[in-house]
Structure formats: structure tokens, C-alpha cells
């Protein structure tokens, strides 16, 4: 079954995530998020600069969190 961004996605990010990202997408929203998948993956898993979130904010993700997110992208990001 693919992963789901309602399902399984949307509640990765935390309130802070979704604070502190606002300047550059919504990460509540399932369209601003499917159309920065991939930005937004590099960042997570730090390909694409520093890893986020940062410690004071929970993070970074657990390498789980980054493969699930990951998957929902294969999947063709479903809503």
C-alpha cells in the first residue's frame, strides 16, 4: 500500500516545523508539500545543506522518518 501524506506524512512535522518552514512552504498543506518533495528531502537528510530540523526543534528525523518520507515521494506522493 502507498504511503499516504495524510495518513502517515502530515504527522511527522510538528507545529514548530510548520512555524518555523513557513517562509518558504506550508508543510501542513498536502500541495505545498508534494511540490517541495524533494527540497524538502534534501534538507532532512542533509544532501541539500544542513540537516533539518535542527536539534533545538526536535530533530533532525530518525532515518526512518527520512526513508518513510522518502517512500511517500516513489509512491508518487499520494494525498
Known amino acids: 500500500m502507498a504511503v499516504s501524506f495524510a495518513k502517515e506524512i ?5 507545529d514548530l516545523d510548520i512555524e ?3 517562509f518558504f512552504c506550508d508543510l501542513s498543506s498536502y ?4 511540490a ?3 527540497a524538502i ?3 532532512l537528510d542533509g544532501s541539500a545543506g544542513t540537516q533539518m530540523p535542527p536539534v533545538f526543534a526536535g530533530g533532525p ?3 526512518e522518518r527520512i526513508v ?3 517512500q511517500w515521494i516513489k509512491d508518487g ?3
Do not use: C, E, Y
Open 68 to 70: 518513510l518520507f522518502r
Open 36 to 38: 517541495n518533495a524533494a
Open 20 to 22: 518555523h518552514m513557513s
Open 61 to 63: 528525523w530518525s532515518p
Open 41 to 43: 528531502l534534501g534538507r
Open 10 to 14: 502530515r504527522p511527522l512535522f510538528t
Open 31 to 34: 500541495d505545498d508539500v508534494k
Open 77 to 79: 506522493a499520494q494525498p
